[in-house]
């Protein structure tokens, strides 16, 4: 279970500061520590009468080590049993993982072995076994530590699944649902989270390096630099591992205040202002590195020592660190909320405001009537146009005043007491306690989902856009729902609602909680010998999703009751609840003799009848779009999407349940729900409280929400049959860590039986699954034996009509088949721990693989298969209005989770006549980590522009018409095929091959009407093999402003003859500069390029607006070969806090110089070219538009806009 580990005594006085609840000691990479640092953290712990707890922050070893003993570790043992009192909490760091190495996990095991053999008392190691945590401590009455063990994150090789069931959180994803759930219902604590990496660090490990650095050597420095800073080695926090955690912490941070993160991995001592939180990273244990000093840093040091927290009795937290020469330096984070005055510092935002403080709230007198009269939602009235784009949903449920009880906490259930505020980001809640020890949670009607959104979009229109679809919901749908479970037998609490009257009991919950709205229902959990109750629906225990899975991977002896389950999803789908995530179920546990019997309790009908009118709630509703979204309507709903957000849960909860049993469910919910039931159901929302033209809206919302339910109760069956089918075609087998024989028979007809059976224990020869499945139905069968030893056999032509793959895990499995000799290998086993037979096994291929992936259960690995919409638009004066169109279609498997294979369709057309068609197909890691792809073009004519002849000397005639003149027309047709190996993030290197046909038109009045022709002119066809190579390290791919980028390429061409052949060669570079904390950035480009033999003109190097010089057209200069370069200057000027949405705004100058290097032609100086303009990223660099005025000896004032830089 979830350890949370209390510390209490803390309540002290310290000399020099207030009275403190806590006083934390901070320090990482003990490793590198000196006697100096222990003799000063000893001295600290000493304090007179101020008792200490000290948190250490990983690389306590230098190395992994099999030799026995950790001799670095003496002195921080020593310091340990010398202060029996003190409690030290110790979290892994990279080093302890072996950095990062295939001994990572044994490494840190073993070092936690060897701490527990200390048996000190007053050592904690709470990330046991190498789980990732969060695991909690509460470190005083005020403040909770989260602690993360990061190196899980960032590990790349073996490391705790799920499926080993040793951890609590395995899974990132409910890691995640625990840390904001903490943090959600603990929101009157400071809370800590700790782990060895920081989100953000100012020293190399975050991604800064002084100057110097870029030259250490010349170049090569640059590169290795940027590599460091944009695509990192698994030491630095930008590393793509690491980066899934460091972005959630960075969420945490933008939604929540009174947050201190904590870290260690820079060798330095870091305060830094994290939004409206903190970092601090503690590593200088030892010698420090270099670390940059700008904002938000308030303090930096590389001299060694520790920190000090000290969490003072009023509320006022403090900062120090100590050196081990000795030397401090302090500040105070938050002062106390008594404190009237703190100039710009905060008062501690999650600390109870003072006593003297005058709070608007209530008055605290009850409602002299039992019952009062309100509208769920007024603000929610709209327009008809606003109707139109947000969707008329159940604005007329939510804005209509109904007559609801009063809920008074001292005459509910014997006397209610407030305990906490709950957690959710979209629903504000209360959990209330009754004296025989049940706990109740009121939860508010209104929902406020931006709370998901980052605090800078949460007063924009975004967010009343995203807040204005709670009207979406029926605001009253738990009332309906739970008289629905009744009849059809499945476990749930019942709702009452309320409007919650002002009571002293709330406290300073009345300004929140004082005349809510809200429901009040019963929080299921289990029994409770000391407070003297029962568990609710007599269950033994009431177990969350995390928490059932662990058990289900590691105990045979528990069964979940399938049928039951199938009956509660079923229903989803009738209610069109598409939010039943596993955070939406309980499941409670009943002891019946040997067996453990599981049952669903749903919970949280928020989403339930969602009405996704509206042109925005529809666009957002596709499967391209929000995946999850469903319209509850009368038409047959998209069964994926509506089921999208439990697929993992319900792929290994469903594995075993035949279509029979979706049938039986589906007509059993249809006979217990019938008209009348769903009538009396309905009537269960509360009635308006006034006559008149809203009354009437509100009751004919109510029957056409019954006639909805009439019709998708009839139709359940088809619903039951889609959802089988779902995931029916590939179903996954899961074993436990206990023995099981895994037994598959061919049947004829291709028809496949798997068996699993119990090998040793209490259930010992049970069959624990059984399941004939049939080819129409299933494409794929995978067989996953997790731990121990487990046998697979094979009897019959198994393979034949059903792929089957046997995944053993850990263990020594065996793995036989009885089959035909001669039967082909169409069952794939992988199995790192079991050498292959020495013989043949019929049927049987083992697998060599060297994607890890293969090799153990992942319950979240399935991803559907997708088709994306595509489109684009723009404008310019050769081509008019382009508008485009078409389709990707991505594939994944088993093999490739990423994507099999992926299709794309695109088809645009301009308004002066230009067309063409792309296809193209991409197999992904065909050949190790190297991809395929084949493409395919044709245009009619294509998109090429201006061409204004060769040479540096090419005159422009103002004159003539540019866009008749010098505009060429080209039909184009090619076929290519490439091998793409992808590297360090965006880099990559491919090898092309292709074929091209182009074939000028329309020459008459153009510059390619000529005597002499150019070459290229009229019909040309050539195959060409093209290598190329792109290392692109820099930190944003649309507008950077750091890192550098590696162009190269050649395209060697052969035409129907040797002297038709032709080749290009392209180099260019870039490098970009940025200040560290405003970011003005200095950028340098520049290129080169060559050709040989006679190559067409379209296929030359060139030179133009778009490819080093920006105040000159498209392809204004071509030849044989160029050379440019390219300087930018931007710096922002402003932050706007829009209410459309926040945007940055920005200046931007630039200035190029390039040449043609044509043979045969009189050398000419370089042409220039000037200018400057403004950019705009609203809400994310991705985003960025920016405009250009671009001057030259032949232009004034080139307009160019576009999306991020070209440069």
């Not at 409602?367 to 784009?389: D, K």
């Not at 979706?662 to 729900?673: F, H, N, P, T």
């Not at 520049?1086 to 105040?1111: C, H, I, K, M």
């Not at 985003?1183 to 830089?1205: D, H, K």
Request: proline share 7%; hydrophobic share 35%.
């Amino acid at each position: 279970m979830h350890k949370v580990l209390i510390l209490a005594g803390l309540l002290l006085v310290a000399p020099a500061l207030l009275p403190a609840q806590l006083r934390l000691l901070v320090a990482g990479n003990l490793a590198d520590a000196t006697p100096a640092f222990y003799a000063a953290l000893g001295a600290s712990i000493d304090v007179p009468d101020d008792p200490a707890t000290v948190l250490l922050v990983g690389d306590f070893v230098p190395a992994c080590t099999d030799q026995g003993g950790y001799p670095t570790l003496a002195p921080l043992l020593q310091l340990i049993r010398e202060h029996p009192r003190t409690p030290f909490y110790l979290i892994p760091g990279d080093r302890d993982w072996d950095r990062s190495g295939r001994n990572g996990l044994a490494c840190v095991r073993a070092l936690e072995d060897y701490l527990d053999g200390q048996e000190l008392d007053n050592l904690h190691w709470p990330l046991a076994k190498g789980c990732p945590g969060p695991e909690t401590v509460v470190l005083s009455p005020t403040v909770r530590m989260i602690l993360l063990n990061t190196q899980w994150w960032n590990h790349p090789f073996e490391k705790p699944v799920p499926a080993d069931a040793e951890c609590d959180f395995a899974e990132p994803s409910i890691a995640f649902d625990e840390i904001v759930s903490t943090i959600d219902e603990h929101l009157d604590q400071n809370i800590i989270i700790a782990g060895h990496f920081p989100p953000v660090s100012q020293g190399r490990y975050g991604g800064k390096f002084p100057l110097r650095d870029h030259f250490l050597p010349p170049v090569a420095g640059s590169f290795a630099l940027s590599y460091r800073q944009n695509v990192g080695t698994p030491e630095e926090l930008t590393n793509v591992r690491f980066t899934e955690l460091a972005d959630k912490l960075k969420d945490y941070n933008s939604q929540f205040e009174g947050l201190l993160f904590i870290g260690a991995q820079d060798e330095s001592q870091q305060l830094l202002r994290f939004g409206r939180n903190y970092i601090v990273n503690a590593g200088a244990a030892g010698p420090g590195s270099w670390v940059a000093r700008h904002k938000p840093a308030l303090h930096t040091s590389r001299a060694s020592g520790f920190t000090e927290l000290h969490y003072a009795a009023d509320g006022s937290v403090n900062y120090r660190y100590f050196t081990d020469n000795p030397g401090e330096w302090s500040t105070r984070l938050y002062r106390s909320p008594c404190e009237e005055s703190g100039g710009e510092l905060p008062r501690n935002p999650a600390f109870p405001p003072c006593p003297t403080d005058t709070v608007a709230s209530p008055e605290l007198v009850s409602p002299a009537t039992p019952n009062v009269q309100v509208a769920a939602g007024p603000q929610y009235r709209r327009t008809a146009l606003g109707e139109w784009f947000l969707g008329r949903h159940y604005r007329d449920v939510w804005t209509t005043e109904v007559e609801v009880p009063v809920l008074r906490l001292s005459e509910a259930y014997g006397g209610l007491q407030p305990v906490r505020e709950g957690g959710g980001r979209q629903t504000t809640s209360l959990v209330l306690q009754a004296p025989g020890g049940e706990s109740y949670a009121f939860r508010s009607v209104d929902k406020d989902p931006s709370g998901t959104f980052s605090y800078e979009l949460r007063n924009t229109l975004i967010g009343d856009a995203v807040r204005d679809q709670t009207s979406s919901g029926h605001p009253y749908g738990g009332l309906i729902v739970a008289p629905l479970l009744d009849e059809i037998g499945i476990l749930h609490a019942t709702p009452t609602l309320y409007s919650l009257a002002p009571d002293p009991r709330l406290g300073d919950y009345n300004a929140t909680f004082g005349n809510m709205l809200g429901t009040l229902e019963i929080r299921p959990q289990g029994p409770s010998g000391k407070l003297g109750r029962e568990g609710t629906f007599g269950a033994d225990e009431v177990l969350k999703s995390f928490e059932l899975f662990r058990e289900r991977f590691d105990d045979q002896e528990v069964r979940i009751d399938g049928g039951e389950f199938v009956r509660a999803r079923l229903f989803d789908l009738l209610i069109g609840d598409w939010s039943k995530h596993e955070d939406n179920w309980k499941w409670a546990r009943y002891a019946e003799g040997d067996i453990d019997r599981i049952r669903p309790i749903p919970r949280d009908r928020d989403n339930a009848f969602s009405r996704l009118d509206g042109f925005f709630p529809w666009l957002a509703s596709r499967r391209w779009a929000v995946p999850n979204l469903e319209h509850f309507g009368f038409a047959p709903p998209d069964v994926r999407s509506l089921t999208f957000q439990a697929r993992h849960m319900d792929r290994l909860l469903l594995s075993g349940i035949p279509r029979d049993a979706y049938r039986e469910q589906a007509a059993a919910i249809q006979s217990a729900l019938t008209d009348e039931v769903l009538a009396r159901a309905v009537a269960m929302v509360p009635a308006p409280a006034a006559d008149g033209r809203p009354a009437e809206k509100y009751q004919r919302e109510q029957g056409v929400l019954l006639e909805k339910l009439k019709r998708r109760r009839d139709d359940l069956p088809a619903y039951a049959d889609a959802y089988y089918a779902l995931h029916a075609r590939v179903v996954d087998v899961v074993g436990t860590n206990d023995e099981e024989a895994f037994l598959l028979e061919a049947l004829p007809d291709g028809r496949l039986t798997v068996t699993v059976t119990d090998l040793k224990g209490k259930s010992e020869g049970q069959v624990l699954y059984e399941r004939t499945f049939l080819p129409g139905e299933t494409k794929e069968v995978r067989l996953f034996g997790l731990g121990d030893d487990d046998t697979f056999t094979t009897r019959g032509s198994v393979g034949d009509g059903i792929r089957v793959r046997l995944i053993g895990g850990k263990g020594e499995d065996v793995f036989t088949a009885s089959g035909p000799e001669d039967h082909p290998k169409k069952v794939f086993v992988y199995d790192r721990d079991v050498a292959p037979p020495a013989g043949e096994v019929p049927g049987m291929k083992f697998v060599r693989n060297w994607r890890d992936e293969l090799y153990y259960y992942d319950r979240t690995a399935h991803a559907y298969n997708t088709l994306v919409p595509l489109a684009s638009a723009g404008f310019n004066t050769y081509n008019g209005a382009q508008l485009g169109a078409g389709l990707m279609y991505t594939r994944r498997s088993f093999t490739h989770r990423d994507f099999s294979t992926r299709y794309r369709f695109f088809a645009e057309g301009s308004t002066l006549g230009n067309a063409a068609l792309e296809a193209s197909v991409e197999f992904g890691e065909v050949l190790r980590h190297a991809d395929l792809v084949l493409a395919s073009r044709l245009g009619r004519p294509d998109f090429y522009n201006f061409f204004f002849g060769l040479g540096n000397n090419s005159v422009l005639d103002p004159t003539l018409d540019r866009n008749v003149y010098y505009l060429v027309s080209l039909q184009h047709f090619s076929v290519e095929s490439a091998l793409r190996r992808r590297f360090a993030g965006r880099s990559f290197v491919s090898l092309s091959t292709g074929y091209q046909n182009n074939k000028t038109t329309d020459r008459e009045g153009t510059i390619l009407d000529r005597p002499d022709r150019l070459y290229g002119d009229g019909d040309l066809v050539f195959a060409y093999l093209e290598p190329e190579v792109v290392i692109d390290l820099r930190d944003h791919p649309v507008f950077p402003s750091k890192g550098v980028m590696l162009e190269a390429g050649h395209k060697q061409a052969y035409g129907k003859d040797a002297a038709a052949n032709f080749g290009v060669s392209r180099i260019a570079a870039e490098i970009h500069f940025s200040t560290r904390r405003f970011p003005i950035s200095l950028s340098f480009r520049t290129g080169y390029a060559a050709s040989s033999g006679t190559a067409p003109f379209y296929e030359l190097p060139s030179l133009g607006r778009q490819n080093g010089l920006r105040g000159f057209q498209r392809h204004r200069f071509v030849g044989d070969g160029y050379f440019f370069y390219n300087t930018e200057f931007r710096t922002p000027l402003a932050l706007i806090r829009s209410r459309i949405a926040p945007f940055a705004i920005g200046i931007r100058a630039f200035y190029d110089r390039g040449k043609i290097l044509q043979d045969g032609e009189e050398a000419r100086d370089y042409h220039s070219a000037y200018g400057g303009g403004v950019y705009v990223i609203p809400l994310s660099r991705s985003f960025t538009v920016s405009m250009l005025l671009g001057f030259s000896e032949e232009e004034t004032g080139l307009v160019q806009l576009g999306v991020g830089t070209n440069f």
